[in-house]
T-cell receptor, first 113, second 115 residues
Framework: EAQVTQNPRYLITVTGKKLTVTCSQN?????MSWYRQDPGLGLRQIYY???????DKGDVPEGYKVSRKEKRNFPLILESPSPNQTSLYFC???FGTGNNEQFFGPGTRLTVL | AQKVTQAQTEISVVEKEDVTLDCVYE???????LFWYKQPPSGELVFLIR??????QNEISGRYSWNFQKSTSSFNFTITASQVVDSAVYFC????????????FGKGTRLSVIA
């Protein structure tokens, strides 16, 4: 089944404790991205990747890191999480930008205490 | 810069009523794509439709229809004879064709359909 998977789905952590949210897709998509969703703000892009070893900042990259060592994986790293990073995170993938439909993962609900 | 505005934050209707969700966009490009996504209470994002800027034909899919008007930069979404299962947050989004820019989302409209 074609899908984007994210793990964990739910995470409660404390300020400053490094964490990684994994994202994997099995559709051989070149383009992957991370979004955060906050009430009243909709979805905002954090980082995106056009292909392996190519990443770039989205609208709200501060406090996040990503890597793209393999085509299928695009982990999101929070080196020192803070309470303002409490959010719902979505990973997405597509064959490209423009008219390509983005396939979204199921979401990761992160709470930073 | 590209921008998507969904002015309706929340809408509540009674089952079987028709409802229209508004979407107004801004872009400097002549070639672009518009999308609608649905986010049901379970939280996942479900793709509904994609429309390119050269195709202004309205589209109908069952109870769903979309009205794209370049003259007013709008891409509105109508649900006919709404059902409780239509209750969700609906997002309109814009992508410019020839840039590596992100998919820009509106802030969403929460639709509640009451039985």
């Amino acid at each position: 089944e074609a899908q984007v998977t994210q793990n964990p789905r739910y995470l409660i952590t404390v300020t400053g404790k490094k964490l990684t949210v994994t994202c994997s897709q099995n559709m051989n998509h070149e383009y992957m991205s991370w979004y955060r969703q906050d009430p009243g703000l909709g979805l905002r892009q954090i980082y995106y990747s056009m292909n392996v070893e190519v990443t770039d900042k989205g609208d709200v990259p501060e406090g996040y890191k990503v890597s793209r060592k393999e085509k299928r994986n695009f982990p999101l790293i929070l080196e020192s999480p803070s309470p303002n990073q409490t959010s719902l995170y979505f990973c997405a993938s597509s064959f490209g930008t423009g008219n390509n439909e983005q396939f979204f993962g199921p979401g990761t609900r992160l709470t930073v205490l | 810069a590209q921008k998507v505005t969904q002015a309706q934050t929340e809408i509540s209707v009674v089952e079987k009523e028709d409802v229209t969700l508004d979407c107004v966009y801004e872009t400097r490009d002549t070639t672009y794509y518009l999308f609608w996504y649905k986010q049901p209470p379970s939280g996942e994002l479900v793709f509904l439709i994609r429309r390119n800027s050269f195709d202004e034909q309205n589209e109908i899919s069952g109870r769903y229809s979309w009205n794209f008007q370049k003259s007013t930069s709008s891409f509105n979404f109508t649900i006919t004879a709404s059902q409780v299962v239509d209750s969700a947050v609906y997002f309109c989004a814009l992508s410019e064709a020839y840039r590596n820019t992100p998919l820009v989302f509106g802030k969403g409209t929460r639709l509640s359909v009451i039985a």
